[in-house]
């Protein structure tokens, strides 16, 4: 259709394993006679023919020899004008290669793909800068790459200074720039001169907090004026905020696409930890605070219906953090719920009469339920934090993402009608009245 900017028909990118391209006319003699013989190829380091071997089993999966390795198989999609999609998937999913045969930065093995405006990548720091030219230079280079003229990137080049804030050093060059000012000035010229379609890799991570918040609001300001954004990124609840649809990659190949929330719970269900309903100190992961000299986590579990092992929406489930207090003192916990990656709501007792005044010293438990019929259907995670009675912000005890739980329907709202996933982050039954008026 006339609005579908980009297709994609049977995509296929094969790599070679190894070294290639030796240009001595003896080692190309000796490999091609090895070849003929059934040996191994003479030239080859030991490490290398181990790690052909390695890949023998892979390259059987992937019906092809030992030297190959497919990263795309039998692609095909559709992009319409205006759209945003996210990409997902794992790593070595073949997400950075499909960008790159989307940027013609690599050509296809087989299959096409048409793509109808023009385009603008950042698939890596630095795309398409020569070092020895300053940010100044760049820009213009890349605005001439894009096919503008040297008057419409005049016209919007101080609007990418002060995005990428580099007024101070745009007259230098670029090599002497940190990754973060690289990534910055790369970003604003991508975004700001006006490609029909705009590519982004996982770059933005690169950037610190308020430069990735400011690069997901202009991206979000691109693809209101109708253009179209293709966004590949591990921080899921950026995926979740800025894409309404996404396509999940696995081994080369789509596995799903669709809504961004139903894509992305399918992805977690692949990568998610074992489920786990109980959590000890020692399972903790570098990021987690487990206490202080005032109070300690011990653990903290999910308990549901004694009878059975599934859990359903219609349960009520109770969280119990076990915690030691070393000093007496008053404190408030919380408990954040994630759904999908992205935190669907905080649980907390910060209130006054909440707060749990513990006067000695000893072995506590804090204990919140959470009500039936708010979960929504999903895999979910649980955490804990522990702080001060105020919440003021400081955490005695932080742990994001301590248990794991899929949430199963019950079937008792539905009537026998709907059968789909109810939408939205939580699901709640609330009170309802009906009143005659007249």
Known sequence: MSDVVIRVEDLSKRYRLGLIGRTALHEDLSRWWARLRGQPDPTMRLDQLQLLEANKARASELNDDAEHIWALRDLNFEVRQGEVLGIVGKNGAGKSTLLKILSRVTAPTLGSVKVKGRIASLLEVGTGFHPELTGRENTFLNGAILGMSKAEVTSKFDEIVAFAELEKFIDTPVKRYSSGMYVRLAFAVAAHLEPEILVVDEVLAVGDAAFQKKCLGKMKDVAEHGRTVLFVSHNLSAVSSLCPAAILLKNGAVIERGKTENVLETYLAQTSRPRSLLFHAEDSGKEDKLGDHLISLESFRLLGPSDRQTITNGDALRLVARVVVHSPGD?????????????????????????????????????????????????????????????????????????SADIEDDGGRRGGVFHGRWPGAVSPTLNAEVRLLD
């Open 331 to 403: 404190f408030s916990m919380c408990i954040p719920v994630l759904r999908a990656g992205v935190v669907a709501f905080y649980a907390n007792s910060y209130h006054e009469r909440d707060a749990f005044s513990l006067s000695t010293s000893g072995t506590y438990e804090f204990e919140m339920t959470i009500p039936p019929y708010l979960l929504n259907p999903g895999e979910h995670e649980f955490g804990v934090y522990v702080s001060d009675d105020r919440g003021s912000g400081e955490h005695h005890i932080r742990v994001h993402t301590a248990l």
